[in-house]
């Protein structure tokens, strides 16, 4: 994926996008004996991971290759964005290797041309959550979101205060320190 400037690594392909890390899943298989392309974007601040780790005390992560953002485990999560599927008639027996690379080549180009669009009509990181909050699934991540922006913006005792709002709404124990 040089033509996109694109690393890989396990399952994603990924780069920074001006301040977001953007990744995707690309999946090919054939159902019905047929060609399907499916590929799904996934975008996040980049300096979520950065805050993430030193709140829990892993800074040094931050030092680590750009891989353990796009599919490290102790990360936070990026926003699934909607997928874009490809049908083809081609069969397993017919196909054509070259075929198939031109075909993601293409669909990559054009979701990772929507991708950067979506990232730049974001011209700060609250018009992301804005975003998040209206368009992604309802998921616990939302807060963590929301207690990062908080941290990047030093509001650590709002931030606290939404911490421990989400630990009675989800009946969370403290841990004793």
């Known amino acids: ?24 899943m690309i999946d090919i298989d054939f159902p019905d004996n047929e060609f ?15 805050i993430f780790w030193e709140v829990f005390d892993m800074a ?17 999560d990026s926003l699934s ?14 196909l054509d290797l070259e075929k198939v690379e031109t ?6 180009s054009e979701v990772h041309e929507e991708v950067v669009k979506l990232i730049n009509s974001f011209p700060t990181f609250e018009d992301f959550y804005a975003y998040t909050v209206k368009n992604g699934p309802r998921i616990a991540g939302y807060d963590l979101i929301g207690m ?10 709002e931030a606290l205060q939404m911490a421990e709002g989400f630990n009675r709404k989800t009946r969370f124990r ?4």
């Open 103 to 108: 075909k993601v080549l293409e669909v990559l």
């Open 36 to 50: 399907r392309l499916t590929i799904d974007p996934y975008i996040k601040p980049y300096i979520f991971d950065d």
């Open 1 to 24: 994926m040089r033509a996109l400037q694109l690393k890989s690594r396990d399952w994603a392909y990924f780069n920074k996008v001006g301040d977001y890390l953007v990744s995707y």
């Open 81 to 94: 964005l909607p997928y874009r599927m490809v049908k083809e008639d081609w069969t397993m027996e017919d």
């Open 148 to 157: 990062l922006l908080m941290i990047h913006w030093e509001q650590y005792q």
């Open 174 to 177: 403290r841990l004793p320190k």
């Open 60 to 76: 040094s992560n931050s030092q680590e290759p750009m891989s353990l953002r796009a599919v490290g485990a102790f990360t936070v």
